[in-house]
């Protein structure tokens, strides 16, 4: 059974950094790729970025290069994000996701952590 939690989530200043983990229970059987969304107040849920657990493959979203990293522990089922340079618009929840194919949705979900960025 999947099972996903983070941590890691916090009040900082802007130009600040952190770092996102999240904890997969479930073991590797069943996981294709692992990412993070986001969902600030009154918008939308947002992806954020994305790893092929096999390859370790990244795909990020347009809005976040350059300043966030995705990675990922095998040995702890562990993805990380690392987020550098923040801004008040990363203030969002930010949730862990995975999926269990390529083209399959992503069906299991963290609770999700906060990030507030002051500016």
């Known amino acids: 059974q999947v099972q996903l939690v983070e941590s890691g989530g916090g009040f900082v200043q802007a130009g600040g950094s952190l770092r996102l983990s999240c904890v997969d229970s479930g073991g590797t059987a069943s996981r294709y790729d692992m990412g993070w969304f986001r969902q600030a107040p009154g918008k939308e849920r947002e992806f954020v970025a994305r790893i092929v657990w096999s390859s370790g493959t990244t795909f990020y979203a347009e809005s976040v290069k350059g300043r966030f990293t995705i990675s990922k522990d095998n040995a702890k089922n562990t993805v990380y994000l690392q987020i550098d340079n923040l801004k008040p618009e990363d203030t969002a929840v930010y949730l862990c996701?995975?999926?269990?194919?390529?083209?399959?949705?992503?069906?299991?979900w963290g609770q999700g952590t906060q990030v507030t960025v002051s500016s």
């Open positions: 996701t995975s999926k269990s194919s390529r083209f399959g949705q992503y069906t299991y």
